[in-house]
């Protein structure tokens, strides 16, 4: 190996935009469902992939508070699609994938809250990949949650401090997004992890989600160790 040759970083924490399933469909005349049925079959392989590489963080946009617009039956596929993977409990069992849901559970069906718990308890011990699955999930509504909880505890306003914003966050206690990842030739955050993104490394691609296969990943991890990341230093 050439001296100069330096072995690649991995991002501590990657975050991806899971999008591009329902152009996928459309590109082959199929239902919007079979493109979620198949962003889901990559979803597992990417978070396999990301444990077997040894990441420590995985966070992945599922379902936004936005995505309740869409038709009832386009909702109720993706909460089917949710049951059977949060029922299939040999998931991630044998993997040591450590399994973690961000968002507003409250309007969600019981037996999917009820699952969802299961889940994260049953994996409590895990070592390997921490799994963060954003259900109902927007940043702004994140920060809204926080902002209310903040209040309550009875905190004075001098004493609030950046720590204590990202501490009152679904995601606390997680690092931020080092390198956020978003697929389908969309541009924009959709309101994923608004507050955490701050000084995140974007990658984007044209690849719809569905495609979306390890050596999409290797790629964007090749080019994030090209980025300079100075965090408003020199
Ligand atoms: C992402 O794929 C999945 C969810 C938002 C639930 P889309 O369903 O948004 O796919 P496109 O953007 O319509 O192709
Ligand atoms: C973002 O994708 C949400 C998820 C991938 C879960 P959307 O498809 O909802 O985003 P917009 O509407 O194109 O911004
Ligand atoms: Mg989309």
């Not at 040759?5 to 501590?12: A, M, T, W």
Request: charged letters at 30%; hydrophobic letters at 35%.
């Amino acid at each position: 190996m050439n001296r100069e040759e330096k072995k690649r970083i991995l991002p501590r924490h990657i975050a991806i935009i899971m999008d591009g399933n329902g152009r996928w469909a459309k590109k082959r005349s199929l239902p919007r469902t079979a493109g979620h049925i198949a962003g889901a079959k990559t979803f597992k392989t990417i978070a396999r992939y990301c444990n077997k590489i040894g990441l420590e963080y995985l966070t992945v946009y599922a379902f936004s508070t936005e995505n309740w617009k869409r038709p009832k039956e386009e909702v109720e596929g993706i909460m089917d699609l949710l049951r059977d993977y949060l029922k299939d409990a040999e998931n991630f069992k044998d993997e040591n994938i450590r399994v973690r849901f961000i968002g507003d559970r409250t309007p969600l069906a019981e037996d999917i809250k009820a699952l969802m718990v299961k889940n994260e308890e049953g994996s409590e011990n895990a070592t390997g990949l921490n799994l963060n699955i954003a259900i109902n999930y927007g940043g702004r509504d994140e920060i809204t949650h926080a902002v209310k909880k903040i209040i309550n505890s009875g905190i004075s306003a001098e004493d609030i401090t950046e720590q204590t914003i990202s501490d009152n966050l679904y995601t606390a206690g997680c690092p931020d997004p080092d390198f956020i990842i978003r697929p389908s030739g969309e541009y924009r955050l959709s309101n994923y992890l608004i507050w955490q993104s701050a000084y995140s490394e974007y990658w984007f691609s044209d690849i719809l989600w569905p495609d979306f296969k390890p050596k999409h990943l290797e790629k964007a991890i090749e080019d994030y160790n090209q980025r300079n990341r100075r965090f408003g230093g020199i």
